[in-house]
């Protein structure tokens, strides 16, 4: 008898495209809209939340709002988003502007009161529904290229009444692609140990045979067992080079629905689990993603629509099958992958795996586990890995060695460093590194010291030690000198730099009274616009103030003249 168990891994209302409203939305901007990153496109921990919109390569483009509602939200931060505004609409939906140079004047008008208010560049505000109205068409914004933005242009994006985004193309935003997505590899998985793809039992790739009508044969394969696949797909649009995410990826087995994966809406509690979808050794190792095409277990995904035996196929000796992928893009232009199989037990290539389990600690998934050596402890909560797991656990000195970052983690796991027996006159300098890239390079975690101990979190495997900084910050003018006129100066700027613990914070007042300055740590300035009208003086001190992470700080005084 044949067992059939239909899984539905979470209930998930299904939308169709006509319960979005269409002609809502405008598009953000009044140029042709090229996208350099589309919704739910895989990025290094998330998915992206929104459609990457091209600037023509400039800042400083008019931002439109997308339909009239209210300022629900503004938030300026160093990193992540930048400048961001957040504006609700009456039917319930939110948009959100991201990397913004500026507002426009009524916001940032409002804006800058608030950061002079609370002495920061750094805000977050919630301006209540009758204080910023937005009308239709209004200007809110100034497209830029700020906080963790690489290069100029708009992050937009819809959210709806729960902050879940959705891809704004479902509201009628449209942009030109005629192209089908395309495929640059696939590859099988054995789900356990009896199975085998083409004499082995791991993942293998397969040989892709490009046709001319842009779909792909793929080169026969013998299996036999629980096999699952994968595959490295991405979508180009007809008016930009870029390798886009894809909207949709069904899987067949012999005519038979296998999975679904819908990427059109996602939550934000979800997004770090992008690395349970995309095999994260390979990513890691070889800096592509494959998106794998079935579910492993603890994969809280939203995306996958549904799933017959979580995506995986099984394959009898002595059979013949087919096995399909359907790729989309938004405009539901689709590319196949078709993978013929010949159902066949062979015998194992059995390669010695003899592994050496020296230094190794098994980490498991549904309990807590903690590692000790030396001065060195290490703390894993239940639910930190997805799979019990065996990591190599090492502490040499002051160097801990833990495992490579080719495992993925649901969390933070914590380091502690017990320093009682240290000497040292600047013990309050030393934190926590990360040793990173092929250089090796000391990278600052944040660290906490209580006591004699100092403990940082991280979600990444590696080689941690103790580093020391007791080097100051350096504050160098860019645009000025001391004891100058600066009567035709629009901006004041400072270049502020941290060697090894990096800069924590800064903060600068002229004539004793706080002025904004702008950071941008992309180049490492600080800018303040005279237009902020705090200089009314002829004779002015400026003062700054900039500290690292373990509390060394600089102080840069001049002064200036204006009239
Ligand atoms: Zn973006």
């Known amino acids: 008898m044949k067992k059939f168990l239909l899984l ?20 953000p901007l009044d140029i042709t809209l090229v996208l350099s990153g589309t919704f739910a496109e895989l990025r290094s921990s998330h998915f992206h939340s929104g459609l990457d919109i091209k600037t023509q390569r400039k800042v400083g483009l008019k931002v439109y709002t997308a339909a009239e509602g209210y300022v629900s939200r503004i938030k300026i931060s160093h990193y992540g988003y930048g400048k961001a505004l957040y504006i609700t609409h009456p039917n319930g939906y939110t948009s959100v502007y991201a990397h913004l140079q500026k507002f426009s004047d009524r916001l940032e008008k409002y804006i800058k009161e608030c950061q002079y208010d609370k002495e920061s560049f750094e805000v977050e505000v919630f301006p209540s529904p009758d204080e910023l109205p937005i009308s239709t068409d209004e200007v809110i914004a100034y497209s830029g290229n700020t906080g963790g933005s690489g290069g100029p242009h708009l992050h937009f994006e819809i959210r709806d009444n729960q902050e879940r985004p959705i891809n704004p193309m479902l509201f009628g935003i449209d942009v030109k692609d005629t192209k089908q997505p395309f495929v640059s590899g696939v590859y099988a998985y054995p789900k356990d140990e009896n199975a085998i793809i083409n004499g082995k039992n791991e993942r293998v790739p397969l040989r892709l045979i490009p046709q001319k009508t842009g779909d792909y044969e793929v080169e026969k394969i013998t299996a036999y067992g629980n096999v699952g696949f994968g595959v490295t797909s991405y979508d180009k649009q007809d008016l930009a080079p870029n390798n886009n995410g894809v909207s949709n990826i069904q899987t067949f087995f012999n005519g038979n629905k296998s999975l679904e994966i819908d990427f059109k809406r996602f939550s934000f509690s979800e997004t770090k689990h992008i690395k349970r979808l995309i095999d994260y050794e390979y ?16 994969n809280p995904l939203s995306l996958y629509k549904d799933a017959y035996d979580n995506g995986y196929i099984t394959i009898e000796d002595s059979t013949s099958s087919v096995y399909k992928v359907r790729i989309q893009d938004y405009k539901g232009n689709e590319t196949w992958v078709n993978i013929p199989i010949n159902g066949k037990k062979e015998l194992l290539d059995k390669q010695s795996q003899e592994q050496d389990i020296s230094n190794k600690s098994l980490i498991y998934s549904d309990q807590s586990t903690t590692l000790q050596s030396g001065n060195v402890t290490v703390n894993f909560y239940e639910n930190t890995v997805y799979d019990d797991t065996m990591i190599d656990f090492k502490v040499s000195s002051d160097t801990l060695h833990l495992h490579e970052d080719q495992i993925p983690l649901q969390k933070n796991f914590y380091i502690n460093y017990d320093l009682s027996n240290y000497k040292s006159e600047h013990l309050d300098k030393v934190f926590i590194a990360r040793l990173y890239g092929y250089y090796k390079k000391p990278s600052y975690v944040s660290t906490k010291r209580k006591g004699n101990t100092l403990s940082a979190g991280s979600k990444t495997f590696g080689i941690y030690t103790l580093a020391m900084d007791t080097v100051a910050p350096t504050i160098e003018p860019v645009n000025f000198q001391d004891k100058k006129w600066l009567s035709k100066y629009r901006y004041l700027k400072v270049k502020i730099e941290d060697e090894l613990s990096g800069i924590s914070k800064y903060r600068a007042t002229i004539n004793g009274k706080w002025i904004l300055m702008e950071y941008d740590y992309k180049t490492n300035m600080l800018m303040h616009d005279f237009n902020d009208n705090i200089v009314k003086d002829t004779r002015n001190e400026l003062k700054i103030i900039v500290t690292d992470n373990v509390g060394n700080s600089s102080t840069f005084e001049a002064i200036f003249f204006r009239k």
């Open 8 to 27: 539905f891994l979470i209930p998930l209302i299904s939308y169709s495209q006509s319960e979005y409203p269409q002609d809502y939305f405008r598009d």
């Open 283 to 298: 990513f890691k190792t070889k800096r592509s993603r494959i998106q794998k095409l079935f579910i492993q277990k603890n």
